[in-house]
């Protein structure tokens, strides 16, 4: 009787310990499970914020845009009368550029070598950038030509790209890059919308023409786009820095007023105690005499009745003992 009461004993210990083992185990893994979802979610939120931040920041790199030539022909002569000229329409919208950044324009002549083209040598290009209101933003005027090459290299280079040439997967022409603008920058009162391209020269062959803008990145904006991994490490890493900062900061303003208010409630039952020590220091020497009276026929019980426990226990163990 007595080895099944130890038994049920100990099996009731263990389902007990197994029960707090597995209560420590399911905290453990919602204070982990917690811990990673917190962790995830700031982490996400710095990405967010960085990218963000990359594309407010960063503009586009590059705006290109056809150029399509018109003129004006002769009802007598033999080709135009007027120079050639287009609109090109950068947006619709109100601005496309952004402002505060340096662009750089070019226009791309795809000039085939006729033998008009070598004979008419230098001509000149302008454009003039215009806003909403057709107000004038600014203008540029460039010099261009074919590139010269003699007769012999002519000759050399066609002998050496005539399967090429024959076969149509190359061509007699020579692309032209004009660069009109080194250092554009948009005003923001008067975004450029419109761009009108004239080149004066009546005799000029061209193929086709295209308006390029590209991005000169300086600073913050060169490192964000020549090392982007390197940025985005480094960005990220800044937000992590920050969002935990100001966790930590709203974390300490929430709970810091609770134990200041706790500390001053403490401080003001010391000074509670401290007065009430005081006054009872006045009073005569019979109240202490009478508490201590007091505590010790407390103390006098409580040490009667823990003898009592202890002699009903022995007795019943004593008891069990017998019967079994």
């Given at each position: ?59 586009s790199t590059s705006h290109i845009r056809p150029v399509h030539l018109q003129f004006k022909s ?51 290009v302008c454009v003039e950038l215009q806003g909403k209101d057709e107000i004038l933003v600014d ?186």
């Open positions: 009787m007595f080895g099944f009461q130890f038994l049920s004993k100990s099996l009731n210990i263990y389902r007990r310990t197994t029960a707090s083992g597995v209560q420590n185990i399911k905290d453990v893994l919602c204070s982990g499970g917690l811990v990673a979802l917190v962790a995830s979610l700031i982490i996400w939120v710095a990405i967010f914020l960085y990218v963000a931040f990359y594309y407010t920041y960063m503009p002769c009802e007598e002569l033999q080709g135009p009368c007027s120079f050639p000229s287009a609109h090109v329409q950068l947006t619709k919208r109100q601005q496309l550029l952004m402002v505060g950044q340096s662009y750089k324009m070019f226009l791309n002549l795809e000039m085939p070598e006729s033998p008009a083209n070598k004979m008419l040598g230098m001509f000149m203008s540029s005027c460039r010099s261009a030509m074919l590139h010269y090459r003699s007769s012999l290299l002519h000759a050399l280079s066609t002998l050496t790209f005539s399967p090429m040439l024959l076969f149509g997967h190359a061509e007699e022409k020579q692309n032209v890059i004009l660069e009109l603008f080194s250092d554009f920058e948009e005003d923001q009162n008067h975004p450029v919308t419109d761009i009108y391209v004239e080149i004066q020269s009546r005799h000029v062959e061209l193929y086709s023409a295209s308006l390029g803008i590209h991005a000169h990145f300086t600073g913050l904006r060169y490192l964000m786009f020549h090392w982007p991994l390197l940025s985005a490490a480094v960005g990220i890493t800044s937000n992590l820095f920050f969002i935990l900062l100001i966790t930590g900061l709203s974390w300490y303003q929430l709970y810091q007023p609770e134990s200041e208010e706790a500390a001053s409630k403490f401080q003001y039952a010391a000074l509670d105690r401290k007065d009430e020590f005081k006054f009872n220091g006045e009073l005569d020497d019979s109240s202490f005499e009478d508490a201590s009276f007091i505590e010790d026929s407390g103390k006098l019980n409580e040490s009667d009745q823990s003898i009592q426990t202890l002699e009903t226990e022995s007795r019943e163990f004593i008891t069990e003992l017998a019967r079994s």
